[in-house]
C-alpha cells in the first residue's frame, strides 16, 4: 500500500505524479478562473464559554482544524490560525491559540501548508503538547519546536493513553513543502477513540478503497470529511473530494454522522468559496438527519 523508497513513501495511495507540473501549469495558465464570486458565505460564531466545558466536545475552528475534547484531554488537529504562504484568509480563525486551554495531544495530517502552518504549531506549543504524527515527521515539526515530544505512527499503527487510542489510518493523497522534500514524510487521516466516542478525520484525500477498509475496521460514530479545493477537476479529483464524493465516502465508511470540513477558508482552487456549502447543504436536505453542519467556531456537544 506504502512504502520508504529511495528516501521518499510511495505507492498505492500516492497521488503527486497525477496532475503534475504541466497539468499544473496548464491550469495556471489557460484554465484558471479570474472572475469569480470569491466571497465566503462563512461566518464564524463565538461559543468561547462552552470551550470551558467538561464534558466531550468537538469545535470546528474553520478549514481542516478541529478541538476535540474526550475523557477531559483536549485533542488539536491541524491548527490553522493566520494566513498561510501563497493565500490569505476569508475569514478569521473563529478562536485564537489561547483560547483553547491546554492542549494534551496535537495531531497533524501532513506536510502542505494549510494543515502543517508553523507560526500555529509554535503558539499550540508553548502548552507543551504530546504531538502525534505520521512517519518522519518528527523532523519538520522539531525544527519548529526543538523540544516538542514526538510519537510516530504508520498506517494502523496506533498511540493509546488516558483512554483515549489515536489511530493513523491511509489517505489518498501526497505531501511537500519546498521544491526537493516530495512524500519525505508520510500523509494519513486519523481515527480518535474513547470508550464511547471514535470520531474520524480524514485530512486530506481522493476517492479510493482505503474509506470501506477503514469503515470495516471501525465503527464510525462522526466522519469528518473535506468537500472543498475541487475544481479544475482534472488536476483536483486526485487529489481531494467534491461534496458529492465526500458523502459516497461517509456512506462507504459506515459511519453514523458526517462532519465537513475544509471549504470556505482558502481560496486554493477554482470553484467559487460559497458553493460548496451550497452542494452539501442540498445532500443534507436531501439526506435527513445524516449531516451536521457546523459553523466556523460552532461547539458541539458529543
Not at 488539536?76 to 491559540?97: Q, S, T, W
Not at 470529511?225 to 479544475?232: D, Q, R, S, T, V
Amino acid at each position: 500500500m506504502i512504502r520508504f523508497q529511495n528516501g521518499r513513501f510511495v505507492g498505492k495511495y500516492d497521488t503527486s505524479d497525477y496532475g503534475g507540473v504541466f497539468q499544473i501549469l496548464k491550469w495556471k495558465l489557460f484554465y484558471r478562473r479570474k472572475n469569480v464570486e470569491d466571497g465566503s458565505t462563512l461566518k464564524p460564531v463565538d461559543m468561547s464559554e462552552k470551550l470551558a466545558s467538561k464534558e466531550d466536545f468537538l469545535c470546528w475552528i474553520s478549514h481542516a482544524s478541529f478541538l476535540v475534547q474526550l475523557n477531559h484531554k483536549r485533542i488539536l488537529i491541524d491548527p490553522v490560525f493566520g494566513n498561510i504562504p501563497f493565500y490569505r484568509r476569508a475569514i478569521p480563525a473563529a478562536y485564537a491559540p489561547h483560547m483553547l486551554g491546554k492542549i494534551d495531544y496535537l495531531l497533524i495530517s501532513h506536510t502542505h501548508y494549510d494543515h502543517f502552518d508553523a507560526p500555529s504549531i509554535a503558539e499550540i506549543s508553548k502548552t507543551s503538547p504530546v504531538a502525534i504524527v505520521p512517519l518522519r515527521m518528527d523532523k519538520p515539526l522539531k525544527r519548529i519546536v526543538p523540544k516538542l515530544e514526538c510519537i510516530r505512527l504508520g498506517w494502523y499503527e496506533c498511540h493509546e493513553q488516558d483512554g483515549i487510542k489515536i489511530t493513523l489510518v491511509p489517505a489518498r493523497h501526497w505531501g511537500r513543502r519546498g521544491l526537493f522534500d516530495k512524500n519525505r514524510v508520510l500523509w494519513g487521516g486519523y481515527i480518535i477513540q474513547s470508550a464511547d466516542i471514535t470520531i474520524y478525520f480524514a485530512g486530506d484525500t481522493a476517492v479510493g478503497e482505503h474509506f470501506q477498509e477503514i469503515g470495516k475496521r471501525f465503527s464510525i460514530d462522526w466522519a469528518l470529511l473535506p468537500i472543498g479545493a475541487y475544481e479544475p477537476e482534472f488536476v483536483m479529483k486526485h487529489h481531494h473530494l467534491n461534496p458529492e464524493e465526500a458523502f459516497g465516502a461517509y456512506r462507504q465508511l459506515g459511519a453514523k454522522k458526517m462532519i465537513p470540513m475544509h471549504y470556505g477558508t482558502f481560496r486554493l482552487s477554482d470553484e467559487p468559496l460559497g458553493e460548496p456549502l451550497k452542494r452539501i447543504e442540498k445532500i443534507a436536505a436531501t439526506h435527513p438527519g445524516m449531516l451536521e453542519i457546523l459553523k466556523p467556531g460552532e461547539v458541539m456537544r458529543l
